[in-house]
């Protein structure tokens, strides 16, 4: 016999988000709302509003990724005198310091994932919208690995703090952050947070549809 | 279908095709037959491992945040930096905002995850459920992807390559302490076995 049965939604199942123990659904009077049995997390079939929250925190991400780019992430004031940097003249400096491997580090962590994370959330996005039936599994591992490699952008607002600790010599030189950084930051958590909002499932519900 | 009960069954986090659970051998992983999740894995002695590493980490936490970070030296001038320096820096430059963020996310966060795994898997061990373990548990899960030291210190090696050449830069215990506990944290992630702990918790008092 074929250990593959339906899915859970089929069979009237909730999997618990948090500890993924199956329950009945059970019809409730209106107010209420299911928990799960054995950790007391909320039950739901699909992560509630999953489409339209990840969509307001990804249109969100993308206006704060103006700034983010344009505005100087940090200046290093030398002698009275600032050089102001953004996060690509940051990546520019390295290059020409000849520091190739961080350079590269930096670019893709602080460039190329922000990008791709946008980017990626909003195909799978239209996709699910689309009811599209275009490799489901490959879209499911583009998800995870959006999912996973986000955090990784927070590198420059560390960089940028240790930095600031450390070069704080008055006259000679000090490392101020800039508002850049904080509309970086925010385009990091809030891209972490449409990612936790996507629910994958909702890919495998259109095949489901038109089986 | 409605004969089998529902826990002997588990659905996909991913594409919420159900499977029959099996029993699995020590180190043996089930995946998704659909999308190719991990479903569950049996993973050997993980409580006890667990609870060894956290205890580690506990320790190798206190040693990062009491000793010296890095120094910055130029021009007879040192400036000596702790772990959370960095932090505090942000704060006193009006960048509240940040400062709060390095904080949580490089220090907070790491630590409230060492504490609550400790405070859930101590009494555990002793078939015991402590006072609101579940709620500290899906504490700890949820918080897994905001503990950052690893991206922290991706931050410290940047930082430092860039300064290298214009000042020395010494490296402080903690520092060390700190790489010992992304190392070991690591581990611990990768022994615990939450559908474990989950268990044992409905069966202890
Ligand atoms: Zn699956």
New interface residues.
Partial sequence: MS???????R?S?L?C????????ARRLSVGCHAVCS????VLHYRKPNSLARTWALTLAAYILYIPANLLPIMTVISYGEGAPDTIMSGVKH?IE?E?YP?AL??FF?SIIVPMAKLITVTCLLISVQKKSRWR??DR??L??VTEGIG??S????????????????GS??TI??GAG??SF?AVV?IT?FAA?SFD??L???AMEEKR | ?HMVS??S???C????????KHSLREGERATC?????VL?QKKPDSLERTLILALTNLILFVLANVFPF???Q??G?E?V?LLI??????FH?G?W??AF??IA??VFFPLLKILGTLYVLIPLKFNRKIWRA??V??LV??LT??A?ME??M??????Y???I?LAT?VLGISLFSFAALIVVVALADSALD??EV?ER??SAQ
């Fill in positions: 250990d593959v049965l339906t899915t859970a939604a069979a199942l999997n988000h948090t500890c993924h123990r199956l329950s009945m054995r950790c007391g997390a390295l310091a520091m961080i580090l930096v962590a489901p599994k499911t591992v998800y995870r955090r990784w927070m590198l420059d607002i560390f960089m940028i703090a240790i930095l600031a600790a450390l070069v704080k010599l000679i030189a101020e952050p950084a904080i930051a958590i972490m936790m994958p499932r890919i495998w519900d | 279908m529902t826990h069954l588990i659905a986090h991913d594409c919420d095709l159900l499977h029959r037959s659909r999308c190719g999740a569950y890095m120094s910055f130029l021009q001038r400036q930096t320096s960095g932090g505090i820096e942000l430059q960048f905002q940040l963020l390095v996310v490089g579940q709620e548990f899906r899960g949820a992807p905001w950052m991206v922290f991706l931050g410290v090696i940047v930082a390559v860039k300064l050449d830069i939450a559908e989950w918790m409905e």
